[in-house]
């Protein structure tokens, strides 16, 4: 067996709620190897969108089946929109009419939105139901189907509604990642990245190197760079599960990326990593504005996101009508915010992330004119 083709096994240590997380190719073709040993009973419900189904319901189907598993299925649109009270409301009416039970296995099989909200579903349906991630997408195989925190977006903002809820397993099949269009697998790439920016330079300095030939389809890359983000979730999980700490490190340019996601409405004009992209781009432009972290260092950001066309300034989007005052009230409604103080997470340099609660909130808006006013840093 090759190193790209390797299966290699994660634990998340949550006491009696611990779980694996198996990253390797071709894993969903052969999913009941893992999927059976953690169901309560042999029973399950699929559930994916519209994108992903035509790639890979037919043979995680058939594999549950050839395991006497039985197996249901539900199909949601695809996209954002789907994270609703409207879909959230229409799923648990859906999975009620089943008559299933509380042994009965939901399982995720797409990206953050339908792992999120299948999340949430799952902990809300007969007050706690079994589920499991199979992500299918790079974000979502290196962070929002690991470590529990399932949800919906509200209009007041980006995951507001939602609980902890961890899985019984997260099988991450890195085949999965060819189906991925060039601008979903940038997306997922700026969560990647971040893992870096947090805490561990080697990884960045790995990325320099290697990002374009894990962007390119390099398995052996991909693989490394999937594993080395998920063990560092993992840690974290098992360190602070429902972020009252150094979790909270995670968000590390997600304050600013909500807005701008609140701010385009939570569509296609904005993914979510290439908002967590730009806003990590700003919260280090920022350290550098308050003599945090060296200018070198924050140059070095946008410079390799310049050199992966990761976005890292507002030319990408329209902002016209924009102000500073609306993106500090979509900061405002955070989940985030403690005692009326936004919480960011700024770096002392690459690989030297922190938390804080005391950046005055002129800074933020003098930061926010600039970069609306150039649209750029």
Same mark, same amino acid.
């Given at each position: 067996?090759?190193?790209?083709?390797?299966?290699?096994?994660?634990?998340?240590?949550?006491?009696?709620?611990?779980?694996?997380?198996?990253?390797?190719?071709?894993?969903?073709?052969?999913?009941?190897?893992?999927?059976?040993?953690?169901?309560?009973?042999?029973?399950?419900?699929?559930?994916?969108?519209?994108?992903? $189904?035509?790639?890979?319901?037919?043979?995680?189907?058939?594999?549950?089946?050839?395991?006497?598993?039985?197996?249901?299925?539900?199909?949601?649109?695809?996209?954002?929109?789907?994270?609703?009270?409207?879909?959230?409301?229409?799923?648990?009416?859906?999975?009620?009419?089943?008559?299933?039970?509380?042994?009965?296995?939901?399982? $995720?099989?797409?990206?953050?939105?339908?792992?999120?909200?299948?999340?949430?579903? $799952?902990?809300?349906?007969?007050?706690?139901?079994?589920?499991?991630?199979?992500?299918?997408?790079?974000?979502?195989?290196?962070?929002?189907?690991?470590?529990?925190?399932?949800?919906?977006?509200?209009?007041?903002?980006?995951?507001?509604?939602?609980?902890?809820?961890?899985?019984?397993?997260?099988? $991450?099949?890195?085949?999965?990642?060819?189906?991925?269009?060039?601008?979903?697998?940038?997306?997922?790439?700026?969560?990647?990245?971040?893992?870096?920016?947090?805490?561990?330079?080697?990884?960045?300095?790995?990325?320099?190197?290697?990002?374009?030939?894990?962007?390119?389809?390099?398995?052996?890359?991909?693989?490394?760079?999937?594993?080395?983000?998920?063990?560092?979730?993992?840690?974290?999980?098992?360190?602070?599960?429902?972020?009252?700490?150094?979790?909270?490190?995670?968000?590390?340019?997600?304050?600013?990326?909500?807005?701008?996601?609140?701010?385009?409405?939570?569509?296609?004009?904005?993914?979510?990593?290439?908002?967590?992209?730009?806003?990590?781009?700003?919260?280090?432009?920022?350290?550098?504005?308050?003599?945090?972290?060296?200018?070198?260092?924050?140059?070095?950001?946008?410079?390799?996101?310049?050199?992966?066309?990761?976005?890292?300034?507002?030319?990408?989007?329209?902002?016209?009508?924009?102000?500073?005052?609306?993106?500090?009230?979509?900061?405002?409604?955070?989940?985030?915010?403690?005692?009326?103080?936004?919480?960011?997470?700024?770096?002392?340099?690459?690989?030297?992330?922190?938390?804080?609660?005391?950046?005055?909130?002129?800074?933020?808006?003098?930061?926010?004119?600039?970069?609306?006013?150039?649209?750029?840093?």
């Amino acid at each position: 067996m090759t190193a790209a083709n390797a299966t290699e096994t994660l634990r998340v240590e949550l006491g009696e709620r611990s779980y694996d997380i198996v990253v390797g190719a071709d894993l969903i073709a052969h999913a009941a190897t893992w999927i059976a040993p953690v169901l309560a009973r042999p029973r399950t419900i699929v559930i994916t969108d519209e994108n992903v $189904a035509p790639h890979y319901l037919a043979p995680l189907r058939a594999s549950l089946q050839a395991a006497n598993i039985d197996v249901d299925t539900i199909t949601l649109p695809a996209g954002e929109q789907t994270k609703s009270f409207v879909h959230f409301q229409t799923l648990c009416e859906d999975i009620l009419a089943r008559r299933v039970e509380r042994s009965t296995t939901l399982i $995720a099989l797409g990206g953050g939105v339908i792992g999120d909200l299948v999340g949430y579903t $799952a902990a809300s349906v007969l007050r706690g139901m079994p589920f499991i991630q199979v992500p299918t997408t790079l974000l979502s195989q290196v962070d929002s189907s690991v470590g529990g925190k399932t949800g919906i977006n509200t209009r007041h903002g980006k995951n507001l509604v939602g609980a902890f809820y961890q899985p019984k397993l997260v099988l $991450a099949d890195t085949t999965a990642l060819n189906t991925l269009d060039h601008r979903q697998l940038m997306a997922g790439y700026a969560e990647v990245v971040k893992y870096g920016l947090i805490d561990d330079l080697n990884f960045f300095e790995w990325l320099e190197l290697h990002a374009q030939a894990l962007i390119d389809g390099d398995m052996d890359k991909r693989r490394h760079a999937v594993l080395t983000s998920c063990a560092a979730k993992a840690r974290v999980v098992a360190e602070d599960e429902r972020e009252g700490g150094r979790r909270a490190l995670l968000n590390l340019g997600h304050t600013f990326g909500h807005a701008l996601e609140a701010e385009t409405g939570y569509g296609d004009k904005l993914l979510h990593g290439e908002a967590v992209a730009i806003g990590m781009a700003m919260a280090f432009d920022l350290s550098r504005r308050l003599d945090i972290c060296p200018g070198q260092d924050s140059g070095r950001v946008s410079a390799h996101f310049d050199a992966i066309c990761l976005p890292n300034d507002l030319a990408v989007l329209d902002t016209i009508g924009w102000t500073a005052d609306k993106l500090l009230d979509h900061m405002s409604r955070d989940k985030k915010v403690e005692g009326g103080k936004l919480t960011f997470i700024l770096a002392r340099g690459i690989g030297q992330a922190f938390i804080t609660r005391d950046v005055a909130e002129a800074e933020v808006r003098s930061l926010l004119e600039d970069w609306l006013a150039n649209r750029s840093g």
